[in-house]
Each structure stands twice: as C-alpha cells, then as structure tokens.
C-alpha cells in the first residue's frame, strides 16, 4: 500500500486542521491505520490508531479530547481532526499502515507498523 498525507498547514493556537491520508494499492479495509508525529528535535511518537473497520480507536494521553482519528474504506482514505490546537502540536504528522487479520488490533509503536506515508507539516503558531 502507498500512502500519502495531506492537510497540514500554519495554524494560530486554539484553531482547527484536519489531516488526510490517502492510500492506495491494496485492500485498504485490511489495514490498521495510525498517525505518529516529529516535533523539532525529538523523536517520532504515537499519536492516534484505529481498527480495520474503524470500530476501535486509541489515542496518545496528549491529544485525547482535542483530536479525532476516523476512516473511510470506501474512500480508502484516513482523516485526523484536530481541534483546540496547541504549540506543542507543531510536527511533521506521519501516517502509517498495518497489513492485520485482526479486526480489533491496533498499534502505538512505530516497529508495528511496515507502510509509512512521506509527511506532513503541522504548524501552530502562539
């Protein structure tokens, strides 16, 4: 599976964004999604995962309450709504896909995850 990220952009503390991830090869159903982020000079962390059917989501303790990961099989396309943006939310957001048999899996590590897409860049401004 291929995928590309979309949507990122300058934004002022307290706005909106909504991230797009759009995949293409396989069977999109079959995969567990995820988005990971890179803030300047750190390390790529978990942010947000869901299930195969969407039925299961699982969210970073940093952006519980203010994000909203979701998916459209029949898009083959993954979203993630950020709302109540923050400083500290400025990074390069990935997203990334899992092959499962598993309909209620997900993960939060990066090694759990073969398919990344390139990137996209979300700045929030104070």
């Known amino acids: 599976v291929q995928l590309q990220a979309s949507g990122g952009g300058v934004v002022q503390a307290g706005g909106s964004l909504r991230l797009s991830c759009a995949a293409s090869g396989r069977t999109f159903s079959s995969y567990a999604m995820a988005w990971f982020r890179q803030p300047p000079g750190k390390e790529r962390e978990f942010v947000a995962a869901?299930?195969?059917?969407?039925?299961?989501?699982h969210y970073a303790d940093s952006v519980k309450g203010r994000f909203t990961i979701s998916r459209d099989n029949a898009k083959n396309t993954m979203y993630l709504q950020m709302n109540s943006l923050k400083p500290e939310d400025t990074a390069v957001y990935y997203c990334?896909?899992?092959?499962?048999?598993?309909?209620?899996?997900?993960?939060?590590?990066?090694?759990?995850?073969?398919?990344w897409g390139q990137g996209t860049l979300v700045t929030v401004s104070s």
């Open positions: 869901i299930s195969r059917s969407g039925d299961i989501t």
């Open positions: 990334a896909a899992q092959l499962t048999f598993r309909s209620t899996w997900w993960g939060v590590t990066e090694s759990e995850y073969a398919y």
